[in-house]
């Protein structure tokens, strides 16, 4: 937008949040304890509330919150279902994944994948996950976030760009994952904090605040959109639940490294339920602005419509429309925030998977713990730059189809192979082979014949179709080959026990600190903005 500029407040506030941060990481990188377990893991002692925090801000960067409110311009309300529909995914993680990997001891989930089916599997998920993370995560990220900020700030981008490599290098090769949290923790409440504030202000420029504008354009404030939408199918969310939105929660070693590292089994899920609560407020950051946006250009005409192909300068707008000086600079420290966080998350499980399942396995058995972290911190390096190097490559796909692409033929594979092992114990090694490597095959199958046939269906039941054609392919092949032994599927295979193990074994917790008692509060909550805005 013309009228967008920085005032020299607005500056100072970006620079000194940021140094805050960096200042916090490296703070965090000098208690860190040189072991393996205390690098990679933060000793397994981080509590619910930096893995809640962490969970949080990991999965969500700048350039896809100027997307969603972009898009929520464009399509109203139901956009905000990609942030809201997260109780059943998050259901299904404490139920069955939480209590598999801590009861286990588990590090990776490729540790996971060798230690159920065999050595092949982990290595796999490695390669695949480590290709995924330098050459589909990380480059929207970076070209994304220095793009946008760029364009915000009025910096160039690739000085922009130079300063989150930079910046976020300093502390997370540093600390590690100790590092990593902490940081993650302050950047969320930067980033929440200063997305709310804006929020209420621009909302506060509309009379008669919300109930103006559901007046106003009653069928723009529905989360329900039937199966034929084209933007959020309520039907693909319900089978994405099992399938892609559960692999990216669950499976995903950049998440999943946030439940490892706590403490005990209660901080893992309470962290969970922890950013439960943060997602519910998140829309007003991620999605609500847009419709403010729309409100206030396309209904009470205070300037032009933005254009189909120009909706998302509903944000700069936003913030040159109903930011003050100071406040812009708060919104801005929180971008810059979300950016280093997710690239922080994703270089630190570069690092982890690639020394303790790559170097470790295949090269160097017996390397020491200084000789991993070490191995750890020059992977995660040289992959910041890789992705660096190719992230203009994303201009030329466009962001959101490029992440979500290279997402959904990574998550149906593994998911299903997961599923399948830690519920029907006659998984064999070779049927989760072939669900890795069919998987991938029936998914490009899939893309071939809706090309040939010239159909169009929402990636999210292509993702469920092949999901269920690839289960059907595990179940075929473990049926022909050799067995697992007992002690291969006994510890992974889920049992109901483990439900009664969620406060961490005997320990009595009073009523206000147990699980199910805020599970109850968020439960409720979740059902509630659904009834209200279905």
């Not at 309300?77 to 942030?83: G, T, Y």
């Not at 929020?199 to 506060?204: E, I, N, P, Q």
């Not at 199918?233 to 998440?255: E, K, R, T």
């Not at 901080?267 to 829309?283: K, Y």
């Amino acid at each position: 937008m013309n009228n967008f500029h920085l005032t020299l407040l607005d500056s100072i506030i970006i620079i000194a949040e940021i140094l805050v941060v960096v200042v916090v990481g490296l703070l965090a990188a000098r208690k860190v304890v040189r072991t393996t377990e205390g690098y990679f893991l933060a000793s397994g002692k981080m509590p619910w509330y930096l893995i809640g925090a962490a969970f949080v801000s990991t999965s969500v960067s700048s350039e896809q919150i100027v997307g969603t409110i972009g898009a929520t311009y464009k399509g109203g309300l139901a956009i905000a279902n990609w942030e809201w529909w997260c109780l059943p995914t998050y259901t299904l993680m404490m139920v069955f994944f939480i209590p598999l990997y801590l009861r286990n001891k588990i590090v990776t989930v490729p540790e996971l994948l060798n230690r159920r089916f065999g050595p092949a599997c982990g290595a796999i998920y490695s390669c695949v996950i480590l290709v995924g993370y330098v050459f589909i995560f990380l480059p929207p990220v970076l070209y994304g976030g220095s793009l946008t900020l760029g364009e915000l700030t009025g910096w160039p981008q690739w000085a922009v760009l130079a300063g989150i490599l930079l910046l976020t290098a300093s502390y997370t090769l540093l600390g590690g994952l100790s590092s990593v949290m902490w940081t993650d923790a302050i950047q969320c409440v930067m980033l929440i904090g200063g997305g709310v504030l804006l929020f209420l202000v621009a909302l506060g420029k509309i009379p008669g605040g919300w109930e103006a504008m559901t007046l106003a354009a009653p069928d723009r404030f529905h989360l329900y959109r039937p199966a034929s939408d084209e933007e959020a199918p309520f039907a693909g969310l319900i089978l994405a639940s099992f399938g892609v939105f559960l692999f990216y929660q669950s499976s995903n070693q950049v998440m999943v490294q946030r439940i490892l590292s706590a403490r005990s089994t209660w901080d893992g899920m309470m962290g969970l339920l922890f950013a439960g609560f943060i997602n519910i407020i998140r829309p007003m950051v991620t999605c609500l602005l847009g419709l403010i946006v729309y409100h206030w250009l396309d209904v009470m005409r205070q300037g032009p419509s933005l254009l189909p192909d120009n909706q998302d300068q509903a944000f700069p707008y936003a913030l040159a429309v109903f930011a003050p000086s100071g406040l812009r600079g708060v919104i801005l420290a929180g971008f810059f925030a979300a950016v280093m966080a997710s690239v922080s998350a994703l270089t630190n499980s570069v690092a982890t998977i690639f020394s303790l399942d790559v170097y470790r396995r295949f090269w160097r058995k017996k390397a020491g713990d200084k000789e991993l972290i070490t191995t750890g911190q020059v992977s995660g390096g040289m992959a910041l730059m890789i992705a660096a190097l190719i992230s203009p490559v994303v201009a030329n796909v466009g962001m959101f189809k490029y992440f979500q692409t290279g997402v959904t033929y990574m998550a149906t594979p593994f998911i299903s192979v997961l599923l399948m092992g830690i519920f029907w114990k006659r998984t064999t090694y070779a049927g989760a082979i072939a669900g890795m490597l069919g998987g991938l095959a029936i998914q490009i199958a899939l893309a071939v014949l809706f090309w040939a046939l010239d159909l169009t269906l929402n990636w999210l039941y292509v993702a469920a179709i092949a999901q269920v054609l690839t289960m059907a392919l595990i179940t075929f092949v473990s049926y022909f080959t050799t067995p697992p032994t007992s002690e291969q599927y006994k510890p992974f295979l889920w049992k109901f026990s483990w439900l009664r193990d969620l406060e961490d074994g005997m320990l009595v917790r009073p009523w206000w600190q147990q699980i199910k008692f805020w599970f109850a509060i968020y439960a409720v909550a979740w059902f509630f903005i659904y009834w209200r805005f279905w």
